[in-house]
């Protein structure tokens, strides 16, 4: 009886807090940047780390914009590969004569370090314009992606902009569930910001400026983890500037990612992303972060407890989860186009609350592999 009362209230406060999202996704305008002539110069950043068999493809739907090239930038910045990386920019570089693009390595940077953080960092110090925009190796945009960006901080002047992801390319079964899964991510960050409560965002596709970077003293405090660059980052410019950070909601302004290619990678990345959560201090990111991840570990367990504790109405709790997601999803689903991932949905609603205990466990032992590094905790271990 204990259990019911407690898994059902988390259910309710679970269900107020989808509906919030809900009408927060709703309250953000869509933004179509219109006929306007854009000025605004950008500097481009993109971290590759053993990247030779994607960053032909970034580059080349950079290259493509419909976005004049004096007005922007792209600083490729080499994390120690150990493959073709340098040797495929290089290439590009000089078949496109594209004199706007660049390439730096960290091995050449004095103090230059290792890691995602050091390589956008690096890229930042080198960059010549005000608005920074970061994006991955294996990520492309539409051609409208700069226009787009480059309008709205024109318009809008943003200390910060964030911008949608998704996961597409062909995929199998597993591949799919993770773009329901991304694109619900996506979803939240976008909800959330829609009340102002700025608590995610990817830096796959995430643009801020130089001097709102440099006065949160950019990734210091934070360079000890192997994620969150983009997270950390968001959490400094909303305390230091309030309500100067938006949410870009177009279809213009995806970015598309590739999905990890199996289970291993999979639950390495989520145990990476698991790994910097301890340092948050922001309230509405732990806030909206507990009710979610309780709620689904009490889901999880509810089988114990009918069978243990003679617990008769858990299955409510069940329902409810599965009714409130739905019209979330569907929402967000229409946005990128991907309703067709719908079909999903009911056996991804009742793998995830075992996907987010298992995902927790691994991430309290801390353990991943990563770009071919080793970590433990946020701690590096030597490479074996």
Not at 172 to 184: D, G, I
Not at 213 to 218: A, I, M, P, Q, S
Request: a positive charge; proline letters at 3%.
């Amino acid at each position: 009886m204990v259990f019911d009362i407690i898994i059902f209230s988390f259910a309710i406060i679970y269900a107020l807090l989808i509906i919030r999202l809900i009408a927060g996704w709703k309250r953000q305008s869509y933004f179509k940047p219109g006929k306007y002539q854009p000025d605004t110069k950008i500097s481009i950043i993109i971290p590759a780390r053993n990247e030779e068999d994607n960053i032909g493809f970034c580059l080349e739907a950079i290259h493509d914009q419909h976005y004049p090239e004096d007005l922007f930038e792209v600083i490729v910045v080499d994390d120690h590969s150990s493959d073709g990386t340098s040797f495929r920019v290089f290439d590009f570089i000089r078949r496109k004569r594209a004199t706007n693009f660049s390439l730096i390595s960290l091995s050449s940077v004095q103090d230059g370090g290792f890691g995602k953080k050091a390589a956008l960092a690096a890229g930042i110090n080198a960059s010549k314009n005000e608005v920074i925009l970061t994006t991955d190796a294996d990520c492309t945009m539409g051609s409208d992606w700069l226009k787009t960006i480059g309008t709205f901080f024109h318009l809008h002047k943003p200390a910060m902009l964030v911008m949608p992801v998704v996961i597409a390319g062909k995929q199998r079964f597993f591949q799919k569930l993770q773009s329901l899964e991304f694109m619900s991510i996506a979803g939240v960050t976008g909800a959330t910001a829609g009340w102002g409560h700025h608590i995610m965002c990817n830096g796959a596709n995430l643009a801020f400026t130089k001097n709102a970077f440099e006065k949160v003293d950019g990734y210091a405090g934070n360079m000890q983890y192997a994620s969150g660059d983009d997270v950390f980052l968001l959490h400094k410019i909303k305390k230091a500037f309030g309500q100067k950070i938006c949410f870009l909601k177009s279809t213009d302004a995806i970015v598309s990612s590739k999905p990890l290619p199996g289970v291993s990678s999979f639950f390495n990345q989520r145990t990476r992303w698991f790994s910097k959560n301890r340092a948050y201090k922001d309230k509405a990111t732990i806030i909206t972060a507990a009710i979610a991840g309780i709620f689904n570990m009490l889901l999880a367990f509810s089988p114990l407890c009918l069978f243990f504790a003679g617990c008769k109405f858990w299955y409510l709790a069940w329902i409810l989860k599965i009714v409130v997601d739905f019209p979330f999803l569907m929402i967000i689903s229409s946005f990128f186009r991907k309703q067709k991932l719908m079909w999903l949905y009911l056996p991804a609603s009742l793998l995830y609350p075992y996907y987010v205990l298992f995902t927790c466990i691994l991430g309290i032992g801390g353990r991943f592999s990563w770009k071919g590094r080793r970590y433990y905790q946020y701690e590096k271990l030597p490479d074996v």
